[in-house]
Structures are given as C-alpha cells and as structure tokens.
C-alpha cells in the first residue's frame, strides 16, 4: 500500500523556533521518552543555538521541520552524540514531532532528506539512539534502512537500541 508522502521542509532554526518547538513539543505524548514532562523554553533556546553553531561547523544539525503550510511541525536532522555514555562522537540522526504531526509519515520523509544531506557533507554512517520502548521511532530506523547494532542500558536504568546506517 502506498501513501503519498508529505511536504516537508528543512531549515536551521532561528532563536524564535525555540518558541514553537516549546509549543509544539508541549505535550505528555511527545515526551514521554524525553524525560517525561514539558522542557522549559531555556531548553529550547539552548537547544536551537547550539543547532545554529553545529550547522555553521559542520553543515548539518537539528534542523527545523515545517509542514506544507510552514507550520513548524518539530526537528529532524542530526548532530554529534555527546553524551559520556554510548557512541560518543558518532552521528546521530533524530526527531520529534508535535503530536498533531504523529502517523502521517513526516519524521520518515524528514529523516530521508536528512540522510540525503548527510552524504552531501561526507558522513560515513548515522547512528539513531532509541528508548526500546518507543515503537513509532523504531519503525522510522527501519523505513530508513537502519539495523540494530546494540541493546544497551542508559544510567537512568532504561533500555535503549543503538541501530546504524551506513551511508
């Protein structure tokens, strides 16, 4: 069965995404798997300047994703994994949509153009770091090809899948 695949965009994002990702990212189900409640708008804003200076470096990040209409529907891209846990310095490719966005095929069609920047600058491989529990971002590593290269703890004690794609 096919579907038609929606109209995305992707841009870096300005300090006033950090607004819309605070709005759009502002509900039970979208964080479930980060960290569980709401972030303060102080996260976001971080978050998008530290996307702005990862794409100035690295032509790549976290890059804002709008819909059809322009509407900021959420992220997808990708940037360097810091944390001092897991594949630290790898690429990990990511997302997260507003709730209204869920099942429509917007993360798969974002990460495909993702990917697709990605060989444009020269990244060998991609790594997309998963809660194990997370069904809907699990089936998005598998539209896109990715394998399952580990099963892993996190120090909070929640299991993770670490799948890869070699570009």
Do not use: K
């Not at 429509?104 to 990917?115: C, P, Q, S, V, W």
Request: aromatic share 10%; glycine share 10%; net charge negative.
């Amino acid at each position: 069965m096919s579907r038609d695949l929606p109209v995305v965009d992707l841009r870096v994002p300005t300090h006033e995404d950090a607004f819309a990702w605070h709005r759009v990212f502002d509900h039970p189900d979208v964080m479930e798997f980060h960290g569980g409640r709401s972030a303060e708008l102080s996260v976001y804003e971080e978050l998008t300047a530290r996307q702005r200076r990862h794409d100035a470096e690295r032509g790549f990040c976290l890059w804002t994703m709008t819909d059809g209409a322009g509407e900021v529907a959420g992220f997808t891209g990708a940037q360097p994994w810091e944390q001092p846990w897991g594949p630290t310095g790898a690429i990990e490719i990511g997302w997260r949509l507003g709730r209204a966005y869920w099942g429509r095929g917007y993360a798969t069609t974002a990460a495909m153009l993702t990917l697709d920047r990605l060989r444009e600058t020269g990244v060998p491989r991609v790594v997309a770091m998963v809660d194990a529990r997370n069904e809907r971002s699990i089936a998005v590593t598998h539209r896109l090809g990715m394998t399952l290269a580990e099963t892993f703890e996190t120090p909070t004690g929640r299991t993770g899948h670490r799948f890869e794609l070699a570009l």
